[in-house]
C-alpha cells in the first residue's frame, strides 16, 4: 500500500528533510515532496521506512513494512499546491504499476491510524485522485444511520484498526466528507456500504 502523509512544519521540504534524516528522530518516508513539486526520494522503495507508526489497515498491522510513506510539505492548513499535487500523481502513478498497488492501497494516515493522525487532512482531495484511477471515491447516497452496518462495512473497506467509533468515523470524514459534523447519519452509511461492496479490502488473518 501507499501511505500520504503532510509534514505538519512550516519552511518548505528543507526542515523536514533534516528532520527525517536525525536517527534520533526515529521518524522516516520513502519520498517527499515540496510545494513546488520537486519529488526527494529518502528511502529505497525495498526498504522499511518509519512513517506510519502504529496502526492496522485490512489484514495489515504492521503498515510500515508493508507500504511506502510518501510526505506532502504542508502545515495541515493549506490548500495544496497544484505543482506539488501533479508530482503526486505522477509519482502514484508509477509506484502503483512497479509495485501492483490498487487504488484502494492509496490511503492517508488517517485511515490507519484513526483517532492518533488526521495527515493529510480535510484540504487533501482525495476525489481528484480518484478521479485518474490513483485512489477511490464513493458513489453519494443516502439510508438509515444504523451504527452496526456502519462498522462493519467500515471493516471490509479496510479500517480495521482498534479504534473507538468516534474516532473511525472521524477519520471516515476526513476522507469522503471533511466537513461534516455531528452523530453518525445516513449519508455516512450509504457511502461505508458502497465502500465496502466497489473497493474491499482483506481484513482476515492479521499480518505483519
Not at 529518502?42 to 489497515?57: E, I, K, N, P
Request: glycine fraction near 10%; proline fraction near 7%; include cysteine.
Amino acid at each position: 500500500m501507499i501511505v500520504i502523509h503532510y509534514t505538519a512544519m512550516r519552511g518548505g521540504a528543507g526542515p523536514a528533510i533534516k528532520r527525517l534524516c536525525l536517527p534520533e528522530a526515529e521518524v522516516s518516508c520513502h519520498y517527499i515532496i515540496d510545494e513546488d513539486g520537486t519529488v526527494t526520494q529518502l528511502v529505497a522503495d525495498d526498504r522499511r521506512a518509519w512513517h506510519a507508526g502504529a496502526g492496522r489497515w485490512g489484514a495489515t498491522c504492521d503498515v510500515n513494512s508493508r507500504s511506502l510513506g510518501i510526505e506532502l510539505s504542508n502545515t495541515g492548513a493549506a490548500p495544496f499546491p497544484a505543482p506539488q499535487m501533479d508530482s503526486l500523481e505522477t509519482l502514484l502513478s508509477d509506484l502503483m504499476a512497479r509495485h501492483g498497488i490498487p487504488p484502494q492501497g492509496v490511503i492517508g494516515h488517517s485511515d490507519c491510524a484513526p483517532g492518533r493522525k488526521i495527515d493529510p487532512g480535510a484540504r487533501f482531495d482525495w476525489r481528484r485522485l480518484a478521479r485518474r484511477g490513483l485512489s477511490v471515491w464513493p458513489a453519494p447516497g443516502a439510508g438509515n444511520a444504523d451504527a452496526d452496518a456502519f462498522l462493519s462495512n467500515l471493516k471490509t473497506a479496510g479500517w480495521t484498526a482498534d479504534a473507538s467509533t468516534e474516532s473511525l468515523l472521524g477519520a471516515f470524514r476526513l476522507r469522503f466528507r471533511p466537513w461534516a459534523d455531528g452523530p453518525l447519519d445516513g449519508r455516512d452509511c450509504a457511502i461505508a456500504a458502497d465502500m465496502a461492496r466497489r473497493f474491499p479490502v482483506d481484513a482476515g488473518a492479521a499480518t505483519s
